[in-house]
């Protein structure tokens, strides 16, 4: 910054020092010092903030704030300039003690972007630590202690953040000087972000102690934009916080738009696509057909029920009616077929392994036949009338391929970008179309790879792909929603949204992953100015300072929605309103929890309710369903709790009057009746001794439950995801041209999965091995899974006595040892996440296994 920046900065602070204090409201001696090494940059100090930036931070100093501000117009920087302020005055990382702050962020996949931006950007060392995945559910108090004594910043999931703080109380809001809701649009109804609010920071509010809070969003708005002002006061009620949203410059806007405004862009830098859609509908008709009958014929050869077969037929339906027969014939080769022949060949070698079972022969003959079957039913649908007028390649396909080729003409390596789709099922298929399609250049301009969220791909799996679209081994990354908010690739050069959206939130954070000054965005479903307008409306109401809830306006809220009544809710198991809590909204989750911790095993939560039913009116004949009792194990066997136990607890309190309408809105009938007597449940659980004072089970409850109750029978099934094997698309794309990929039928470049196929070596067979090979990335594999699936074909026995894992923590990583129980190897991983050295494990147990 230049000196005239330095002065206007000094005056600044200067107006406004009655404002820069610390979280316990002492005056900072170094504040001048201190503000201004922020503005002008040193060697140890990498920060440039931007006048609108430091008048965020003049905000968040003088009271609880949500910044509004376009992406790409630098939120997450603000919030590093608050953790500076509000960190650096009490002892601080040098001291090893002092102030320490949450940063809560929407998502998995953004802990560790958001966590290295603070490494990166605090003016000061801070030591930041990732808290997300699995592993959090198992940290106890001792843990929570450690993390909060050797670190001073951290990064987390609001669910891990709600279940530390609310649960179990294992954390204090009041350990905190400051607490970051990025996104903080998803703080909605029930969501786990809002409950950090409710039910762990609402108490203390009046605290001296209470943190500060900071709201970051590009929208306030997470849904339909109807009665825009009452949702922005919500917002404001529930994070008690005032919402800023400054005048941003044009060229810091992400994509370089013309507009100023918070969340929009200059409609100059959209475009609608326009494509002929002639998939007809018989062919999905035809496709359902098929799909039923593959599936059915394999529930007939083993007896075992698909699950969610509805689901699993309507999504990949869904692939041909967006892309055509050749994506759908890729999905249903690459991605249906494979799992259903993993499933056949699991359930053989289980019937092979038992004695009683006269069927296991039979199942063991029949799997050669099955996977035939399975092969020539795909490939008969080619030949079916009805199917031939499908077209390879939609029209919506082929307008986005040329669309592809249009853009990658270019001379410009650097050049990339994204593809939204709305579903997991499309990711894959269009991928490999794209790669299918442009193969025929060499080296291919167009290099596709795909992405969705936490549910669908492994954190491995996604962190591999964004790091080769960042580095330019792939050039067009395929994604779901997942990627909307936060994840940041500083020069993509385009956002294409193949598929419809339904609100602004996703016109205004998919669009802001362009962020190149040339950026532009193609929409084919949506109409662009339909999208700008919703925006501009949107900006104006984020800008109205009118509607602004004064302090005391969001106290008032906040004291009327604190309701209870003592002995009755909520439940406090230490006593006297401290510690952890048990309400209405967690205690499903506590009952849940405690059964499967107690008898060791997973479980339908349906076989705890007893269900009644009584006639309300002979006519028309009307029926209520209702729980008449819940039945939960313990050391003295099955106990229950009873509809009329329950409801003498409630008394005459109506949960009307006691329950936040905000919070219940997106709660049914049915789960607002299971909490109703889950709550009562969980209360006589903790009375009985089998819960402790953190919601957890306690020592004799887990010692002695599974001795005094029968397991819980879990009924057959299994379920078929719309994912691609691991391999495919490094097989059919990537630079690797396999066969006659590009033939005109587009089905021969399909191929068996490298996870189901085998290399034969020395006249023995072991487990097919993906290696990288000259102008070919190989795709990161779930080699966990394609292991068991090797050894499970190999030996034919039940997975218990072929495999076993044993992961401890060692310092800040992971050490698992996986051993072969037949071949008597063992094999070590090391990753910093449980799952990520049992990968590892696999992965070179795989890497020797291919040797022998």
Same mark, same amino acid.
């Given at each position: 910054?230049?000196?005239?920046?330095?002065?206007?900065a000094i005056?600044?602070?200067q107006?406004n020092?009655q404002f820069?204090?610390?979280?316990?409201?002492?005056?900072?001696?170094?504040?001048?010092?201190?503000?201004?090494?922020?503005?002008?940059?040193?060697a140890?100090?990498?920060?440039?903030?931007?006048?609108?930036?430091l008048?965020?931070?003049r905000?968040?100093?003088?009271?609880?704030?949500?910044?509004?501000?376009?992406?790409?117009g630098?939120?997450?920087?603000?919030?590093?300039?608050?953790l500076?302020h509000?960190?650096?005055?009490?002892g601080?990382?040098?001291?090893g003690?002092?102030?320490?702050?949450?940063?809560v962020?929407?998502?998995?996949v %953004?802990?560790a972007?958001q966590a290295?931006?603070?490494?990166?950007?605090c003016?000061?060392?801070f030591?930041?630590?990732?808290l997300?995945?699995?592993?959090?559910?198992?940290?106890t108090?001792?843990?929570?202690?450690?993390?909060?004594?050797?670190?001073?910043? *951290?990064?987390?999931t609001?669910?891990?953040f709600?279940?530390?703080?609310?649960?179990?109380?294992f954390?204090?809001v009041?350990?905190?000087a400051?607490i970051?809701?990025d996104?903080?649009?998803?703080?909605?109804g #029930?969501?786990?972000?809002?409950?950090?609010?409710r039910?762990?920071?609402?108490?203390?509010a009046?605290?001296?102690?209470?943190p500060?809070?900071?709201?970051?969003t /590009?929208?306030?708005?997470?849904?339909?934009?109807?009665?825009?002002? #009452?949702?922005?006061?919500? %917002?404001?009620?529930?994070l008690q916080?005032s919402?800023?949203?400054?005048?941003?410059?044009?060229?810091v806007?992400a994509?370089?738009?013309?507009?100023?405004?918070?969340?929009?862009?200059?409609?100059?830098?959209?475009h609608?696509?326009?494509?002929?859609?002639?998939?007809?509908?018989e062919?999905?008709?035809v496709i359902?057909?098929?799909?039923?009958?593959?599936?059915?014929?394999?529930?007939a050869?083993?007896?075992m029920p698909?699950?969610?077969?509805?689901k699993?037929?309507?999504?990949?339906k869904?692939? %041909?009616?967006?892309?055509?027969?050749?994506a759908?014939?890729?999905?249903?080769r690459?991605?249906?077929?494979?799992?259903?022949?993993?499933?056949?060949?699991?359930?053989?070698?289980l019937?092979?392994?038992s004695?009683a079972?006269r069927?296991a022969g039979?199942?063991?003959?029949?799997?050669?036949?099955?996977?035939?079957?399975?092969r020539?039913a795909?490939?008969?649908?080619r030949a079916?009338? /009805?199917?031939?007028?499908?077209?390879?390649?939609?029209?919506?396909?082929?307008?986005?391929?040329?669309?592809?080729?249009k853009?990658?003409s270019?001379?410009?390596?650097?050049y990339?970008?994204?593809?939204?789709v709305?579903?997991?099922?499309?990711?894959?298929?269009?991928a490999?179309?794209?790669?299918?399609h442009?193969?025929?250049?060499?080296p291919p301009?167009?290099r596709?790879?795909?992405?969705s969220?936490?549910?669908?791909?492994?954190?491995?799996?996604?962190t591999?792909?964004?790091?080769?679209f960042?580095?330019?081994?792939?050039?067009?990354?395929?994604?779901t929603?997942?990627?909307?908010?936060g994840?940041d690739v500083?020069?993509?050069?385009f956002?294409?949204? =193949?598929?419809?959206f339904?609100?602004?939130?996703s016109?205004?954070?998919?669009?802001g992953?362009?962020?190149?000054?040339? /950026?532009e965005v193609?929409y084919?479903?949506?109409?662009?100015?339909?999208?700008?307008?919703?925006? $501009?409306l949107?900006?104006?109401?984020?800008?109205?300072?009118? %509607?602004?809830?004064?302090?005391?306006?969001?106290?008032?809220r906040?004291?009327?929605a604190?309701?209870g009544?003592?002995?009755?809710?909520?439940?406090?198991?230490?006593?006297?309103g401290?510690?952890?809590?048990?309400?209405? =909204? #967690?205690?499903l989750?506590?009952?849940?929890?405690y059964?499967?911790?107690?008898?060791?095993?997973s479980?339908?939560?349906?076989?705890?309710?007893?269900?009644?039913?009584?006639?309300?009116?002979?006519?028309?004949?009307q029926? $209520?369903?209702?729980?008449?009792?819940?039945s939960y194990p313990s050391p003295?066997?099955l106990?229950c709790?009873?509809?009329?136990?329950?409801?003498?607890?409630?008394?005459?309190?109506?949960?009307?009057?006691?329950l936040d309408?905000?919070?219940c809105?997106n709660?049914d009938?049915?789960?607002?009746m299971?909490?109703?007597?889950?709550?009562?449940?969980?209360?006589r659980?903790h009375?009985?001794?089998?819960?402790?004072?953190?919601?957890?089970?306690?020592?004799h409850?887990?010692?002695?439950?599974?001795?005094?109750c029968?397991?819980?029978t879990r009924?057959?099934?299994?379920?078929?995801?719309?994912?691609?094997?691991?391999?495919?698309?490094?097989?059919?794309?990537?630079?690797?041209?396999?066969g006659?990929?590009?033939t005109?039928?587009g089905y021969e470049?399909?191929?068996?999965?490298?996870?189901?196929?085998a290399?034969?070596?020395?006249g023995k067979?072991?487990?097919?091995?993906?290696?990288a090979?000259?102008?070919?990335?190989?795709?990161?594999?779930?080699h966990?899974?394609a292991l068991?699936e090797?050894?499970?074909?190999?030996?034919?026995?039940?997975?218990?006595?072929?495999?076993?894992?044993?992961?401890?923590?060692?310092?800040?990583?992971?050490?698992?040892?996986?051993e072969?129980?037949q071949?008597?190897?063992?094999?070590?991983?090391t990753?910093?996440?449980? $799952?990520?050295a049992e990968?590892?494990?696999?992965?070179?147990? *795989?890497?020797?296994l291919?040797?022998?």
């Amino acid at each position: 910054f230049g000196s005239g920046k330095k002065a206007a900065a000094i005056h600044i602070l200067q107006q406004n020092q009655q404002f820069t204090r610390t979280a316990t409201g002492r005056r900072s001696r170094d504040s001048i010092l201190f503000f201004e090494s922020m503005v002008l940059p040193t060697a140890h100090s990498p920060l440039k903030p931007r006048p609108y930036q430091l008048e965020c931070l003049r905000k968040v100093q003088r009271g609880n704030t949500i910044v509004s501000l376009p992406t790409g117009g630098g939120k997450t920087l603000v919030g590093v300039l608050a953790l500076d302020h509000f960190l650096c005055d009490g002892g601080g990382p040098a001291a090893g003690h002092g102030p320490r702050a949450m940063f809560v962020v929407p998502t998995r996949v %953004l802990v560790a972007q958001q966590a290295q931006y603070c490494r990166d950007r605090c003016s000061q060392k801070f030591r930041v630590v990732e808290l997300s995945g699995n592993e959090m559910e198992g940290w106890t108090k001792a843990m929570w202690v450690r993390c909060i004594a050797d670190n001073d910043v *951290l990064v987390g999931t609001p669910e891990v953040f709600r279940r530390a703080l609310v649960d179990a109380a294992f954390l204090s809001v009041l350990d905190f000087a400051l607490i970051i809701f990025d996104e903080c649009h998803n703080a909605t109804g #029930n969501s786990p972000m809002a409950a950090i609010m409710r039910d762990a920071v609402w108490p203390v509010a009046r605290n001296p102690a209470c943190p500060r809070i900071l709201g970051l969003t /590009a929208i306030f708005v997470n849904g339909s934009l109807k009665n825009l002002e #009452n949702k922005r006061q919500q %917002l404001e009620a529930l994070l008690q916080a005032s919402l800023f949203c400054p005048e941003v410059p044009a060229d810091v806007i992400a994509g370089g738009s013309s507009g100023a405004a918070a969340g929009t862009a200059s409609t100059s830098r959209f475009h609608h696509v326009s494509f002929v859609y002639d998939v007809p509908a018989e062919a999905g008709e035809v496709i359902e057909e098929k799909l039923a009958q593959l599936v059915s014929s394999f529930e007939a050869t083993f007896g075992m029920p698909v699950k969610e077969t509805g689901k699993l037929i309507s999504r990949t339906k869904h692939v %041909l009616e967006e892309l055509g027969m050749s994506a759908f014939y890729f999905a249903l080769r690459e991605g249906i077929i494979p799992q259903l022949e993993a499933h056949a060949a699991q359930l053989a070698a289980l019937g092979m392994a038992s004695a009683a079972s006269r069927q296991a022969g039979q199942l063991n003959r029949s799997l050669p036949k099955l996977r035939t079957g399975l092969r020539l039913a795909a490939d008969s649908l080619r030949a079916d009338a /009805a199917l031939a007028r499908a077209p390879l390649v939609s029209g919506k396909g082929v307008a986005l391929l040329e669309l592809l080729k249009k853009l990658f003409s270019r001379d410009d390596a650097s050049y990339r970008g994204i593809v939204f789709v709305n579903q997991i099922a499309l990711t894959f298929p269009l991928a490999n179309l794209v790669n299918q399609h442009f193969a025929s250049i060499d080296p291919p301009s167009v290099r596709a790879g795909s992405v969705s969220g936490v549910g669908s791909m492994s954190d491995s799996d996604r962190t591999t792909e964004m790091d080769k679209f960042r580095n330019g081994a792939t050039n067009v990354l395929i994604c779901t929603n997942a990627l909307e908010e936060g994840v940041d690739v500083s020069d993509c050069a385009f956002v294409i949204r =193949f598929s419809r959206f339904d609100t602004t939130k996703s016109h205004i954070q998919g669009s802001g992953r362009a962020r190149r000054s040339d /950026a532009e965005v193609y929409y084919f479903d949506n109409n662009p100015d339909d999208e700008e307008a919703s925006a $501009r409306l949107l900006s104006e109401v984020a800008k109205d300072a009118r %509607l602004e809830l004064s302090h005391q306006e969001r106290a008032a809220r906040r004291e009327g929605a604190l309701r209870g009544v003592v002995g009755v809710y909520p439940y406090f198991p230490s006593g006297g309103g401290l510690g952890a809590e048990l309400n209405f =909204f #967690n205690c499903l989750q506590i009952v849940y929890e405690y059964c499967s911790k107690t008898m060791g095993q997973s479980f339908d939560p349906e076989d705890l309710f007893m269900y009644a039913t009584e006639v309300v009116c002979d006519y028309p004949r009307q029926v $209520r369903r209702y729980i008449s009792q819940v039945s939960y194990p313990s050391p003295m066997g099955l106990l229950c709790v009873t509809l009329q136990e329950a409801n003498q607890h409630w008394g005459d309190v109506e949960l009307e009057d006691l329950l936040d309408p905000d919070r219940c809105k997106n709660l049914d009938a049915e789960s607002k009746m299971k909490r109703h007597i889950l709550y009562v449940v969980a209360i006589r659980m903790h009375r009985q001794g089998l819960l402790d004072a953190s919601n957890q089970p306690t020592v004799h409850a887990l010692s002695a439950t599974k001795l005094a109750c029968p397991a819980y029978t879990r009924r057959p099934g299994l379920k078929i995801k719309n994912t691609i094997a691991g391999g495919a698309l490094s097989r059919d794309a990537l630079g690797a041209r396999v066969g006659n990929a590009t033939t005109s039928s587009g089905y021969e470049g399909c191929q068996t999965p490298a996870s189901l196929a085998a290399v034969s070596t020395g006249g023995k067979t072991a487990p097919a091995v993906q290696t990288a090979q000259a102008g070919n990335t190989a795709t990161s594999s779930n080699h966990k899974g394609a292991l068991n699936e090797w050894a499970l074909g190999r030996w034919r026995r039940p997975a218990e006595e072929l495999l076993r894992y044993s992961t401890q923590q060692a310092g800040s990583d992971f050490v698992s040892t996986l051993e072969v129980l037949q071949l008597q190897r063992s094999f070590q991983g090391t990753a910093s996440s449980k $799952r990520g050295a049992e990968q590892a494990a696999a992965q070179k147990a *795989l890497l020797q296994l291919a040797q022998i």
